[in-house]
């Protein structure tokens, strides 16, 4: 069977993502032993752990202008990308469950199929804009509060003292790391554990060229997300 | 080292009592007998003013004038003799001599940290004064700098902490919770410490420590600071809280392990559940009023602008974030199981 390959990650979105993900997962080690300094000495003291947490929240929140810049001034499809549209939540999340919850089990494809103009299923697209556009930044400025107490005492104290504010970074980097967990593991449920993970490092994905040959001609009109079920149903029926 | 004190004094007493007898009862109108002039700036010009209010409730007011300035003669002023002083070493032996071997020795006298005529206990001291006490030679903004060099936030360290919480020992260190006021308005904070008539004004003439102990029952329950922070009425108002020590040694240095943050960001040492409400008197000293144990612990009442990382976190926080953790875990443990039980389905179906 022949290959072809798809551009599915342009490379600014690929640096993104991996300097958010190795950031992310920095500050939660390093989140951890800064919390509970008495349960976990991973770093060699605890200023280090707090160095190196203020460190990469910078990276984090860098690599976030990347990804906005990219995707807002850049290619322009921010909102295309990651709103989810009516269809999706008026059918597409319920057929994205179904999928994860009982029919790959059954060993049905997936309904969904990226292409570059329509990477993400209905959950995907959800997940991520809550992610991206609610809790990265908001445990990012809360961080920066927190980094900088004194200077910003008086909005600190407007959203209700330091103690709601460390409340407020603590619970929405435990969503972070709840959603780490959770993302790292549907991204190994490729064909391959790696068939997933491979574009988001080399940019290509790599398919049949027996499949769906019309995703790959790109098409500008908007990807039909009602399509989706019945090209996934082809694909289905295909061996 | 009190008895030590005692000791001396009553040697020193036995001395004086040589020349005056006077009665220990009879301290308060000797007292009031040398301040008639010495309390009135127009008798005696301002630098030898003696602030009655707050010398009469220290330990030096309760010894009185005479024993300390024991030459003193009936001829007085008159008669051209410069009276005596007892230096501190008389009485104060042991942090005399542990004063006198530090490296600070040379550089600062008793008299330079303290007034004698206001001698106060740690826990009397509010921490910004104590501070003041250091600031007067250690410029504000060169401390900043020096301790920005290795300590992150070093603003909000030295305002929130006494220097002799990093730069004496203490047997114990306990949180101090002092009430603190708005001056400007929303944006430009200007919060100062509440002055005692400013905390007057706010309690409708109660004594002042019924802001927040509420039943008046001399201990502030999480309750009462929960109704204290919620209170309209203290909008301006909020609590700020200090880490002081209980007793003070005098061998000012950098304490080797205060370089290791954990000596103040880790739970475990009693100190961080032991707290006290430390409130403005009349005489500007400060009288504490203790708080339950814990409250600065608790996740959003207790004193939600006092948080210090890694030793006051919520349990009740940890376990809602466990259980968001928790959540994360189900695709993969839950989804994984299945995944891992109906491979065959996928397999066949990639023939
Ligand atoms: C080792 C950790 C990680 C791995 C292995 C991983 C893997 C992947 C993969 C394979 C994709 C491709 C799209 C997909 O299948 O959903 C992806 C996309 C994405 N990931 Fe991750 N990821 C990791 C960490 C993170 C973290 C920490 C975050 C955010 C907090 C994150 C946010 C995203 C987002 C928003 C996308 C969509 C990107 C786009 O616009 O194309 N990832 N990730």
């Given at each position: 069977?022949?290959?072809?390959?798809?551009?599915?990650?342009?490379?600014?979105?690929?640096?993104?993502?991996?300097?958010?993900?190795f950031g992310i997962i920095t500050l939660c080690i390093?989140?951890?032993?800064?919390?509970?300094?008495?349960?976990?000495?991973?770093?060699?003291?605890?200023?280090?752990?707090?160095?190196?947490?203020?460190?990469?929240?910078?990276?984090?929140?860098?690599?976030?202008?990347?990804?906005?810049?990219?995707?807002?001034?850049?290619?322009?499809?921010?909102?295309?990308?990651?709103?989810?549209?009516?269809?999706?939540?008026?059918?597409?999340?319920?057929?994205?469950?179904?999928?994860?919850?009982?029919?790959?089990?059954?060993?049905?494809?997936?309904?969904?199929?990226?292409?570059?103009?329509?990477?993400?299923?209905?959950m995907q697209k959800s997940a991520y804009l809550a992610?991206?556009?609610?809790?990265?930044?908001?445990?990012?400025?809360?961080?920066?509060?927190?980094?900088?107490?004194?200077?910003?005492?008086?909005?600190?104290?407007?959203?209700?003292?330091?103690?709601?504010?460390?409340?407020?970074?603590?619970?929405?980097?435990?969503?972070?790391?709840?959603?780490?967990?959770?993302?790292?593991?549907?991204?190994?449920?490729?064909?391959?554990?790696?068939?997933?993970?491979?574009?988001?490092?080399?940019?290509?994905?790599?398919?049949?060229?027996?499949?769906?040959?019309?995703?790959?001609?790109?098409?500008?009109?908007?990807?039909?997300?009602?399509?989706?079920?019945?090209?996934?149903?082809?694909?289905?029926?295909?061996? | 080292?009190?008895?030590?004190?005692?000791?001396?004094?009553?040697?020193?007493?036995?001395?004086?009592?040589?020349?005056?007898?006077?009665?220990?009862?009879?301290?308060?109108?000797?007292?009031?007998?040398?301040?008639?002039?010495?309390?009135?700036?127009?008798?005696?010009?301002?630098?030898?003013?003696?602030?009655?209010?707050?010398?009469?409730?220290?330990?030096?007011?309760?010894?009185?004038?005479?024993?300390?300035?024991?030459?003193?003669?009936?001829?007085?002023?008159?008669?051209?003799?410069?009276?005596?002083?007892?230096?501190?070493?008389?009485?104060?032996?042991?942090?005399?001599?542990?004063?006198?071997?530090?490296?600070?020795?040379?550089?600062?006298?008793?008299?330079?940290?303290?007034?004698?005529?206001?001698?106060?206990?740690?826990?009397?001291?509010?921490?910004?004064?104590?501070?003041?006490?250091?600031?007067?030679?250690?410029?504000?903004?060169?401390?900043?700098?020096?301790?920005?060099?290795?300590?992150?936030?070093?603003?909000?360290?030295?305002?929130?902490?006494?220097?002799?919480?990093?730069?004496?020992?203490?047997?114990?260190?306990?949180?101090?919770?002092?009430?603190?006021?708005?001056?400007?308005?929303?944006?430009?904070?200007?919060?100062?410490?509440?002055?005692?008539?400013?905390?007057?004004?706010?309690?409708?003439?109660?004594?002042?420590?019924?802001?927040?102990?509420?039943?008046?029952?001399?201990?502030?329950?999480?309750?009462?600071?929960?109704?204290?922070?919620?209170?309209?009425?203290?909008?301006?108002?909020?609590?700020?809280?200090?880490?002081?020590?209980?007793?003070?040694?005098?061998?000012?240095?950098?304490?080797?392990?205060?370089?290791?943050?954990?000596?103040?960001?880790?739970?475990?040492?009693?100190?961080?559940?032991?707290?006290?409400?430390?409130?403005?008197?009349?005489?500007?000293?400060?009288?504490?009023?203790?708080?339950?144990?814990?409250?600065?612990?608790?996740?959003?009442?207790?004193?939600?602008?006092?948080?210090?990382?890694?030793?006051?976190?919520?349990?009740?926080?940890?376990?809602?974030?466990?259980v968001i953790l928790a959540g994360g875990l189900v695709?993969?443990?839950?989804?994984?199981?299945?995944?891992?039980?109906?491979?065959?389905?996928?397999?066949?179906?990639?023939?």
């Amino acid at each position: 069977m022949s290959k072809i390959k798809i551009y599915l990650q342009p490379t600014p979105i690929r640096i993104w993502h991996w300097l958010n993900a190795f950031g992310i997962i920095t500050l939660c080690i390093t989140g951890v032993q800064i919390r509970f300094p008495d349960h976990l000495h991973l770093f060699a003291s605890y200023k280090s752990a707090i160095l190196l947490h203020n460190v990469a929240g910078l990276v984090v929140a860098f690599s976030f202008s990347l990804w906005f810049i990219y995707y807002a001034v850049v290619s322009r499809t921010l909102l295309k990308t990651y709103m989810p549209s009516r269809d999706d939540l008026e059918h597409g999340l319920a057929r994205q469950a179904k999928f994860y919850l009982l029919t790959y089990f059954l060993g049905w494809k997936n309904p969904h199929h990226a292409t570059p103009d329509n990477k993400f299923n209905p959950m995907q697209k959800s997940a991520y804009l809550a992610i991206m556009f609610i809790l990265v930044p908001l445990v990012s400025l809360s961080g920066l509060l927190l980094t900088n107490v004194s200077p910003m005492r008086d909005l600190v104290l407007m959203i209700g003292g330091l103690k709601i504010l460390v409340a407020i970074h603590f619970l929405l980097a435990c969503c972070l790391c709840a959603f780490l967990f959770t993302h790292v593991y549907l991204a190994t449920l490729g064909k391959t554990p790696l068939e997933h993970i491979k574009p988001m490092w080399t940019g290509w994905e790599e398919e049949d060229s027996t499949e769906q040959p019309h995703h790959v001609t790109g098409s500008s009109r908007l990807p039909s997300v009602a399509a989706m079920p019945r090209t996934g149903m082809t694909t289905r029926r295909r061996p | 080292m009190k008895t030590e004190i005692v000791h001396k004094i009553m040697i020193l007493g036995l001395q004086i009592s040589l020349y005056t007898l006077i009665p220990l009862l009879a301290v308060a109108t000797e007292n009031s007998a040398c301040l008639e002039c010495h309390g009135d700036a127009a008798a005696v010009g301002e630098s030898l003013v003696i602030e009655a209010l707050s010398f009469d409730n220290t330990a030096h007011g309760e010894l009185g004038c005479h024993i300390c300035h024991a030459s003193i003669s009936d001829g007085h002023p008159d008669d051209g003799l410069t009276p005596s002083r007892t230096s501190c070493v008389e009485c104060h032996d042991p942090i005399s001599q542990e004063y006198a071997a530090s490296l600070h020795a040379g550089k600062a006298s008793c008299s330079d940290c303290h007034t004698p005529h206001r001698a106060l206990g740690p826990t009397a001291v509010s921490g910004h004064d104590m501070n003041r006490q250091c600031l007067t030679c250690h410029d504000h903004a060169d401390m900043l700098d020096k301790h920005g060099e290795w300590l992150p936030q070093a603003d909000l360290h030295v305002s929130m902490l006494p220097c002799i919480t990093c730069h004496s020992s203490s047997d114990q260190y306990v949180i101090s919770l002092y009430i603190i006021k708005r001056h400007g308005n929303m944006l430009s904070g200007g919060y100062e410490l509440a002055s005692f008539d400013e905390l007057s004004v706010q309690s409708n003439g109660r004594p002042i420590e019924q802001l927040v102990d509420r039943n008046a029952d001399g201990y502030v329950s999480l309750a009462e600071l929960r109704m204290f922070n919620l209170d309209p009425e203290n909008k301006q108002l909020r609590l700020q809280g200090m880490i002081t020590p209980e007793g003070v040694s005098h061998n000012f240095r950098t304490q080797d392990d205060r370089w290791d943050c954990s000596f103040c960001h880790a739970s475990g040492p009693a100190a961080r559940q032991v707290s006290f409400l430390s409130l403005a008197e009349p005489d500007g000293s400060y009288k504490r009023v203790p708080v339950e144990k814990g409250a600065v612990l608790d996740a959003l009442y207790g004193t939600p602008d006092f948080y210090m990382v890694g030793s006051t976190r919520s349990t009740a926080l940890n376990y809602v974030g466990l259980v968001i953790l928790a959540g994360g875990l189900v695709m993969p443990i839950g989804h994984g199981t299945l995944r891992i039980l109906t491979r065959k389905n996928r397999t066949k179906e990639e023939e």
